[in-house]
């Protein structure tokens, strides 16, 4: 699998969008905005509906990523203030969550991670559609983020969060605390007969795992070895500002970012030297 991936990258690596996060956080915050003035526009006109994507409505394909976070409650000012005080800090943990991603993995295989996740999302919620009938999803993009929390989590375990900007809880315990959290939200799903929310968590952290655990390779993201990275680089301390590798793209060295791999290319003329991001992606030296 993780010879496929590369493949994948080698291939169409040059084609990644990069800030990919970016994007889509500006579409969470205009969609919400939107949903203020004009609430019913996301469910009549933009959610994944299979029974309309059939009248010819082929947009849903794409728009359902648009839902909006709700933030009004009518009558209660307090309660709306609140919301969106919180909706601030939720966009910001997504932006920060995306962007450390891709900072480790490469734009590509964010790219691949995150569109792979909105895919599978269509794939499973329209096999559920031609088994039971239940054609429409309202939740858009809730549980591919929530995937990201726990990527997150996985790559960076002893991060601290601020609990109302006063507790520091690590990002290992809130990552168990949420699976929990998920866990009683997929049977009060079941429970409902809200099959589409149900399947789509169960897709969004099955992306995950299988991302994690199933690519050959990618073990070298898991936090053992990061940690063992970590003590190798503390026994082997050199003199500061010296590198032994560095890409000659983005400028990035073993000290600055030690979590990446470098390579030499066979195919430049001269000593270049990439990193794993731009070892399939640069243009060769001749």
Known sequence: MQKFIKNLEK?????AIPDLINYFVIFYVASTIISLFLPGIYYNFLALDFV??????IWRLVTFI???????????NFATGTNIFFFVI???MYYLFGRSLERVWGSFRFNLYFIGGIILTVVAEFILFITTGQSAYYGGMNYVYQSMF???CVLFPEEQFLIWFVFPVKAKILAVLDGILMVVMLFQYLQDGDFGRALALVVAMLNFLVFFYAYKGLDRFSPRQMKRRKEF???TMRPQGV???????CGRNEMT?????FRFCSKCNGNYEYCEEHLYTHQHVR
């Open 150 to 152: 726990f990527a997150f």
């Open 257 to 261: 970012n030690p979590e990446l791999s």
């Open 243 to 249: 590198t032994k590798h560095q890409c000659a793209i």
């Open 52 to 57: 309309k994507i059939g009248h010819g409505q």
């Open 233 to 235: 680089k503390r026994q």
């Open 90 to 92: 939720l966009v910001h």
């Open 66 to 76: 648009l839902a909006p976070e709700n933030l009004w409650i009518k009558g209660d």
């Open 11 to 15: 291939k169409f690596g040059r084609y």
